[in-house]
C-alpha cells in the first residue's frame, strides 16, 4: 500500500495567510462603513422629508406655515415664544402622543413641560450624530434638523436706535412670528430652503468644539458678509470668545442653538452670535463632505460643503428673485 506524507503549513505560509487575510479585511471594512453611512445619510434624508410634509401639513390645515418662535397667538396654541416649531410639526408627524405633553402656555422649561422637554422624538435625530454629549449632560431630547431663517444676520430685533434702518428684516421661512403663506415664497418652493442638519455640540463652555461651538467675534455686523467676515477672524482656541456650547437640545425650545440656521456662510462653517440680538448658526453634519437640504416642496437634496456662496445664498432667501440651480 502506498501511503502520502502530508505536510502541515510551515510558519511563514502561516504568516502570509494571515497578512493576507488582514488586507481583505483593512479593504473590506471601509466599504462597509461607507455603507453604513450612505444608510444613515438616507435615514436622515428621509427624517428631513418627514419634517418638511408636516410643514406643508400644517399649512393647509392653518393656511400658513409655523412660526420658528412666537410672541403673537397666531395659532391658537399659546402665548409661549420659546416653544420651538418643531413642537408644532409633531401633530403632522403621526406624534400626537408627545404633543398632548406640551403646554402651550408657558415655555419650553417649564415644570409642565418637563416630561416633553426630554422626550426623544426619532425623527429629530440623524443617526450619523451620536450626541453623546447631550445624554451626559441630561439636556433633553436630541434635534439635528433647524429651519432656515434666511440670510439677514438678525435673531430678534433691538429698538437701539443703532439698528433702525439698517438691518432689514428676516429674508428666510421660519423667524419669529413668520407664518408665513406658501405664495409668500416667490422665489419658487423647489429653489427656497425649508430644512438643513446641525451638529450637537459638546455642552461645555471649558473646551473649543469648532464644529459645534457658537463663537463671539465682539461685533455688531449688519450684513452677511460682515458677519461671515468677523466669524471667520475669531480665534477658535480662545475660550473668552465662545459663545454658547449647548447645541441641538432640547428640541421643544425655539432658539438659534436648538432649531434655527441661517444661510450666511457655506455649509460646515462656522457658526457666531453676535450680542444683542445677531446671529450667524450654521448647517453642518457628520456626512462626508455636505450636508442634506430639504427644500419648501418636500425635495431633499445633498449639497456639497463647496457650493458657490451666491447659489447657497439664493436657497436661503423666499423671494429674493434670484436663480438657484439646487432644484434637480
Known amino acids: 500500500m502506498r501511503t502520502f506524507k502530508r505536510s502541515a503549513f510551515t510558519l511563514v505560509e502561516l504568516l502570509v495567510v494571515i497578512a493576507i487575510i488582514g488586507i481583505l479585511v483593512g479593504l473590506l471594512l471601509p466599504a ?66 408627545v404633543y398632548d405633553l ?12 418637563l416630561t416633553a422637554l426630554n422626550s426623544k422624538v426619532a425623527t429629530f435625530v440623524c443617526p450619523s450624530d451620536p450626541a453623546t454629549a447631550i445624554e451626559s449632560a441630561n439636556q433633553g431630547g436630541q434635534n439635528n434638523y433647524y429651519v432656515n431663517s434666511g440670510t439677514i444676520p438678525l435673531w430678534q430685533r433691538s429698538t437701539s436706535a443703532s439698528w433702525i434702518g439698517q438691518i432689514p428684516d428676516w429674508d428666510g421661512v421660519f423667524y419669529r412670528d413668520s407664518f408665513l403663506k406658501l405664495a409668500g415664497i416667490t422665489d419658487g418652493l423647489s429653489n427656497t430652503a425649508g430644512f438643513s442638519e446641525r451638529l450637537t455640540g459638546d455642552f461645555s463652555q471649558t473646551v473649543s468644539s469648532p464644529r459645534t461651538d457658537t463663537f463671539q467675534p465682539g461685533t455688531s455686523p449688519l450684513t452677511a458678509d460682515q458677519a461671515y467676515n468677523d466669524c471667520l477672524a475669531v480665534v477658535v482656541t480662545d475660550i473668552t470668545k465662545q459663545g454658547f456650547s449647548n447645541i441641538g437640545a432640547p428640541w421643544l425650545r425655539g432658539y438659534h442653538s436648538t432649531s434655527e440656521y441661517y444661510h450666511i456662510t457655506p455649509p460646515n462653517g462656522r457658526s457666531c452670535m453676535y450680542p444683542p440680538g445677531r446671529i450667524m448658526t450654521t448647517a453642518n453634519s457628520q456626512h462626508s463632505g455636505g450636508v442634506n437640504l430639504a427644500l419648501m416642496d418636500g425635495s431633499v437634496r445633498f449639497l456639497p460643503a463647496t457650493i458657490d456662496m451666491a447659489v447657497y445664498r439664493a436657497a436661503g432667501t423666499r423671494s429674493g428673485g434670484e436663480v438657484s440651480t439646487l432644484a434637480e
Open 32 to 97: 462597509v462603513q461607507a455603507a453604513r453611512e450612505a444608510a444613515r445619510r438616507m435615514q436622515c434624508s428621509n427624517n428631513m422629508r418627514q419634517l418638511m410634509l408636516g410643514a406643508l401639513n400644517y399649512e393647509s390645515s392653518y393656511k400658513r406655515l409655523p412660526a420658528s418662535r412666537m410672541s403673537t397667538t397666531a395659532d391658537k396654541l399659546g402665548p409661549a415664544n420659546s416653544i420651538s416649531v418643531h413642537a408644532r410639526l409633531l401633530p403632522f408627524m403621526e406624534q400626537t402622543q
Open 102 to 113: 406640551i403646554d402651550f402656555r408657558f415655555e419650553y422649561n417649564h415644570p409642565n413641560n
